[in-house]
């Protein structure tokens, strides 16, 4: 339990008396001000007889001499994620408290101002306050100092609640109030804000937000911000692979840039609705490349520059682009990767598949190889350099409606057949603004770095889009995080005093791993807020990043979102309420998650299930790009009225949420979705492959590592060339990323009498969780299992 003495929060055991807290009387009094809270929520503690509160920021009454203190010990089983505490009340003499009603939708949320319950047999609680001292227990409630939460843009669970409650009764106006006043809109919508069925029964899955409202997202991003004076503001720092090659664009030198390769594309013929295929490193020409095709109503399709020729084939057949944009080579640490051959590969196998495209435009990297050293064919390669510089400066934009598409982004499916997730303009906009800004609490002085590439849905919506919407400087990284060596991001930390870092739990355990020096040699006195993406972060990553990286003095926005969603739907509020390790918190404003079991009933209080969302916010992805049906099987139709993200939940006696991971056929390596599918598909390309099945296991750094379980064609030995040839197969067709980390021998498979996979016995045996295999009665040949485990080290 603690409390505020002199403006500073205290813990109560300091001031406990034979287990009764003295507040002492008098003028002037000892204790001043002295208000009493619970550390789960920070919100004034009620007594257990009298119902009675200390109001918020207010003194206990000036005759009340004493208070004695009980414990309500509790027990509940949290899967392991959270450890044990307690929890107390302060019996007083006050006013009666007021009975809260809570509404269907707010149930989990308002838990927030209810003195939640706590866990074991224990009388204290391990209440960790920002910059004071360190996080080390899962039980640690990680509060926000009085300092911080001053100037945060939500700076209370009052105010979080109150923004909260009217975007889920009324997110017509909540939206659109925000939509009108923070971005620019040629022509507005309609009367309606908002239409939606998310519910295949009654008919086609449809979103819309703010349609008939006529606007340009790049023209919110840059002319905007030039507009309101910021045009000699750094919009982009850009550190090179290299250390000290290194480049700044300004507002208004982006604008230019941008509007330069937005004639030349309008000038070879791409217009409105053209797709266009972006192949790129992290060099600033990949968010000029997007917020070009932004400008113009072209449609980007961003692909991860470390996809093969293969991947990258599949989807320049799949959307039929007008153009690819690309450069010659790239270095990542010491490596030179050839990315324009890979493109040149793709493009031939794109048109085996009667796809061709005209006009290959080649950023010249010269850092990584110079322009004679790379294959080249005339008529369709152009070099970047040579033409889009010659172009004028400005551009008209092109004005789209709300809902016209602004990018395709190629997810991993279990069907193995990557999914065009499409995003539309205004809803959009709207959300990554949004949540961005909150989310990292903001600040126009602030300079954001995140680690994520532009071919992943956080380097569009937290590299590009969310933070140019909000005029802000950020950071644009070439390189390897552990290049040179392990202490690099430090290094440009500081080098641009960075203020909030955004980045995965895979690079997290990766520095955690290489040890406390390569961070504490460096200052890292800017950065004020920390940011997790891609997975859930196990509690001991969070708290080396919160005590190592942060000093105990940085909240963390462990973020929970997905390609599917646009932007963020549950993450804490720096500033707000305190965290707990590992727990991506509450909803974001307009989001109203559910837990629901395998009949899709919503289950209540502490639970575990299957992640669901209903009804609809702006950033929601539209449709799968020319394949609406897969969309509503996919994501609708398991449980019919919501949204079904595919993801498992658990959430505790407080309210507060724990993702557990993909509950479907697909694998999260690093932050990467790949689908089980597409892996199995590369190994039986292989010719001595006869069948394989993949599943995900824990991984220490990389969240989940790929096992695969492989049968070989008769006549066929084991060998260590064999697997090795196996995994080249994987990275060839699909990337380096997708590589199995284990190769698993398997004379046979566990299926059943139809021939389906038992991929639950597959995960045990992966895990090596072999008391936990349970009935393999039902398999055609449960003789498969004994031979799998006795093959298990092989």
């Not at 920021?57 to 392991?80: E, H, I, M, N, Q």
């Not at 009324?170 to 939206?175: H, L, M, R, V």
């Not at 196998?349 to 006009?359: I, K, Q, Y």
Request: net charge negative.
């Amino acid at each position: 339990m603690v409390g505020w003495s002199n403006n500073r929060m205290v813990t109560l055991s300091n001031l406990f008396h034979n287990n009764v807290l003295v507040v002492a009387a008098g003028s002037p009094p000892p204790v001043p001000d002295f208000s009493v809270y619970s550390s789960f929520n920070q919100l004034p503690l009620f007594s257990s007889s009298k119902f009675s509160t200390c109001p918020l920021s207010t003194p206990l009454p000036s005759k009340t001499t004493a208070c004695k203190v009980s414990y309500w010990p509790s027990r509940f089983d949290t899967g392991g994620r959270i450890g044990r505490s307690g929890c107390g009340s302060v019996v007083m003499d006050s006013s009666p408290r007021k009975i809260l009603k809570t509404s269907y939708h707010l149930r989990h949320v308002e838990s927030m101002k209810i003195l939640p319950s706590g866990a074991g047999n224990i009388s204290r609680l391990n209440a960790v306050i920002l910059g004071e001292s360190l996080a080390s227990e899962e039980n640690d409630l990680v509060f926000p100092s009085e300092e911080f939460s001053g100037q945060a843009l939500v700076s209370s669970p009052e105010k979080y609640l109150e923004m909260y409650k009217r975007s889920i009764e009324d997110p017509a106006g909540f939206w659109s109030d925000i939509a009108s006043s923070e971005f620019y809109w040629k022509e507005k919508w309609g009367q309606q804000v908002y239409s939606e069925n998310l519910d295949v029964r009654k008919g086609k899955i449809k979103i819309e937000w703010f349609k008939g409202g006529v606007t340009n997202i790049c023209y919110n991003c840059l002319d905007k911000n030039v507009e309101a004076g910021l045009g000699d503001k750094i919009a982009l720092y850009w550190e090179g692979n290299e250390p000290g090659v290194d480049g700044t664009l300004t507002y208004s030198q982006l604008l230019q840039n941008v509007c330069q390769l937005a004639n030349y594309l309008k000038d070879i013929g791409v217009k409105k609705g053209d797709a266009v295929v972006i192949y790129l490193p992290m060099l600033v020409e990949l968010p000029i490349a997007m917020l070009a095709c932004a400008r113009i109503g072209a449609v980007h399709s961003v692909v991860f520059a470390g996809f093969s020729a293969e991947s990258l084939a599949q989807r320049i057949v799949d959307c039929k682009p007008k153009v690819v944009i690309t450069c010659n080579a790239v270095k990542r640490g010491s490596k030179v990767i050839h990315l324009k051959d890979i493109v040149d590969a793709a493009l031939i196998e794109a048109a085996r598949n009667n796809v061709s495209v005209d006009v290959s435009l080649a950023y010249e990297n010269h850092s990584a190889m110079n322009r004679e050293s790379t294959n080249w064919k005339e008529g369709r390669d152009i070099w970047w350099q040579d033409v889009v510089p010659k172009y004028p400066t400005t551009c008209e934009a092109e004005w789209v409606d709300s809902e016209d598409p602004l990018f395709l982004l190629y997810t991993s499916g279990s069907t193995g057949k990557p999914k065009g997730v499409l995003h539309t303009t205004g809803g959009y906009m709207v959300y990554t603004a949004t949540t961005f800004k909150y989310a990292f609490d903001y600040k126009p002085s602030d300079v954001y770095w995140c680690t994520a590439d532009c071919g992943w849905i956080t380097g569009h919506s937290y590299v590009t889009y969310g933070p140019l919407l909000n005029g802000a400087s950020v950071v644009v990284y070439e390189g390897a995080p552990n290049y040179p060596d392990s202490g690099r991001c430090w290094d440009i930390v500081d080098k641009y005093k960075v203020t909030i870092f955004y980045t995965a739990p895979t690079l997290v355990r990766s520095l955690m791993r290489d040890g406390d020096e390569y961070v504490t040699q460096y200052s890292r006195k800017s950065l004020r807020v920390l940011g997790s993406v891609g997975e859930p972060i196990n509690p001991s990553a969070w708290r080396w990043f919160f005590n190592v990286v942060g000093d105990s003095r940085c909240p963390i926005s462990d973020t929970w979102w997905q390609t599917e969603t646009g932007g963020f739907m549950m993450t804490p509020l720096p500033g707000a309420w305190p965290q707990k390790p590992g727990s991506a918190t509450f909803p974001f404003f307009g989001v109203q998650p559910v837990i629901v079991d395998e009949k899709g009933v919503e289950i209540e209080g502490e639970c575990n299930g299957y992640l669901c969302v209903k009804s609809s916010w702006p950033g929601a992805f539209r449709t799968l790009y020319g394949d609406h049906e897969r969309y509503e099987t996919t994501y609708f139709k398991p449980f019919p009225g919501y949204y079904f993200s595919g993801d498992g939940c658990s959430r505790d006696k407080d309210g507060y949420h724990w993702l557990t991971g993909r509950v479907d056929d697909v694998i999260n390596v690093s932050g990467h979705r790949i689908g089980t599918a597409e892996v199995e598909s590369a190994l039986v390309s292989h010719p001595q492959c006869a069948e394989a099945a993949v599943v995900g296991v824990e991984h220490e750094v990389k969240g989940q590592g790929i096992y695969a379980f492989v049968t070989l064609v008769d006549g066929v030995d084991y060998s260590e060339e064999l697997r090795k040839s196996l995994v080249h197969a994987v990275r060839s067709q699909i990337g380096a990323f997708a590589a199995p980390d284990k190769i698993h021998w398997a004379p046979g498979l566990p299926k059943t009498r139809s021939g389906k996979i038992m991929r639950r016995i597959l995960r045990k045996i992966a895990a090596r969780q072999l008391d936990e295999l349970g009935d393999t009665s039902t398999l055609a040949d449960p003789n498969v299992v004994e031979q799998l485990i006795e093959l298990a080290d092989r």
